[in-house]
């Protein structure tokens, strides 16, 4: 089981490294982009036409692939002040059948959005769909969603595998409940 753990940590490590950085320098160029319309409409009064499509576009891919590194840190759902009760009256069981329910759930959710996101691209590129001022083919927003939503769901099931094996070593009973978990 060591092996299967240092398996999922490089693999979380290397997917928060990289989407995370690229999740970052795609929102700090599009904020940059959206100062610099900002200038350039109000003080020059021009703009480029598909200058809000490419903000719009860029912040949700940058959110997409942001998704996973949530998910990663067990971000996405926080819900401590119930699990610090629950855990203040010593239901550690619960806690750690949740955080097993949780995982599961976020894994085969995830893993569904992804399978459905595969129709969609190529429903996309059929029929050509692009953003509403015409510049900007949707089918790369569409791919962008479905690899931040696979690999959540890798993730997922990494941390499903980690939750069941600590829940049957009874490492429910001495993990405290953070401030921020996944359940």
């Known amino acids: 089981m060591e092996k299967f753990y240092n398996i999922s940590n490089q693999i979380q490590s290397i997917i928060e490294k990289v989407l995370g950085n690229i999740s970052a320098l795609i929102m700090i160029g599009v904020t940059l982009f959206a100062l610099a319309e900002i200038f350039r409409r109000y003080i020059l009064g021009v703009v480029f036409q598909w200058g809000q499509d490419a903000v719009i576009y860029a912040m ?3 959110v997409a692939f942001y998704i996973c590194v949530t998910q990663i840190k067990r971000g996405h759902l926080v819900m ?3 699990l610090q009760l629950i855990s203040a009256y010593g239901y550690h069981r619960t806690i750690g059948i949740c955080k097993i329910l949780v995982s599961f759930i976020t894994c085969i959710f995830c893993g569904s959005l992804t399978y459905t996101a595969i129709f969609t691209i190529e429903y996309s ?3 050509g769909e692009r953003t509403e001022s015409l510049f900007f083919f949707m089918w790369p927003f569409h791919l962008c969603l479905a690899i931040g939503l696979g690999l ?3 993730v997922a099931f990494l941390q499903t595998v980690e939750d069941v094996h ?3 070593k009874g490492d429910h009973f001495r993990e405290t409940v ?3 978990t996944d359940v």
Do not use: Q, V, W
């Open 60 to 62: 949700m891919c940058s």
């Open 125 to 127: 590129i059929g029929i």
């Open 152 to 154: 959540s769901s890798l």
């Open 166 to 168: 600590k829940y049957i």
């Open 80 to 82: 401590s002040a119930f």
């Open 178 to 180: 953070e401030a921020a």
